[in-house]
């Protein structure tokens, strides 16, 4: 149970799915199509989508690269929260929006892996949310070049690491699009 008096909701955070971001991820059509399952199973469920997206010198608000992509569509309903930091909490209103709507778990989405997910995952735990990572509804781009392990090795060591979290009152896990479920008490 998270730690966050009278917050019984969950909330679906789909983050940066953004044209640039995706563009040559590993399983990028599979991660946007678990996306889009759990994003009706949620509207289905009057559970709010919360849509972050990120901007910054490379990645341009406005830009073709900044806006997401085409098979998934933010209703008007739906908050969309603009950042510039990894963290989906960092200088936003992501906690105010969550407040709002008596979020006290996110169920968490999108791209990257080792960056925005990652930071937006601790995030929420230190913040006092129960959070539970989509396994096979993230992805990352392959940074190797650079000395990090392939992409599927970034995947898998996430979802595997995350099964494990918890903290005082909080908790956290990873689960697969098939078996996500809403509900407040389902924390992993």
């Known amino acids: 149970m998270a730690t966050l008096p009278d917050r ?6 789909v983050i940066d799915v953004q044209k640039g971001v995706l563009a040559g991820a590993p399983r990028r059509d599979e991660v946007i199509a678990n996306i889009g399952t759990l994003i009706a199973s949620a509207r289905a469920q009057d559970v709010p989508v919360i849509w972050v997206q990120h901007s910054d010198g490379e990645l341009v608000r406005g830009s073709e690269d900044w806006q997401y992509v085409e098979e998934l569509v933010r209703l008007e309903s739906e908050p ?8 989906s909490f960092e200088g ?3 906690e105010a929006v969550l407040a709002e709507h008596g979020v006290g778990r996110v169920v968490v989405t999108g791209a990257q892996t080792d960056a925005c997910i ?22 990352t781009e392959d ?14 060591h996430t979802n595997m690491y995350w099964s494990w979290q918890s903290a005082p009152g909080r908790s956290a896990g990873t689960v697969d699009t098939a078996n996500v479920t809403f509900g407040a008490a389902d924390a992993g």
């Open 80 to 87: 969309l929260v603009h950042k510039t930091w990894f963290d």
């Open 8 to 13: 019984q909701n969950t909330a679906l955070l």
């Open 92 to 94: 936003t209103a992501l």
């Open 118 to 139: 990652r930071s937006t995952l601790h995030g929420a735990l230190v913040r006092g949310y129960d959070v539970t990572l989509v396994g096979d509804a993230h992805t």
């Open 143 to 156: 940074l190797t070049e650079y000395g990090a392990p392939a992409p599927e090795q970034v995947i898998a």
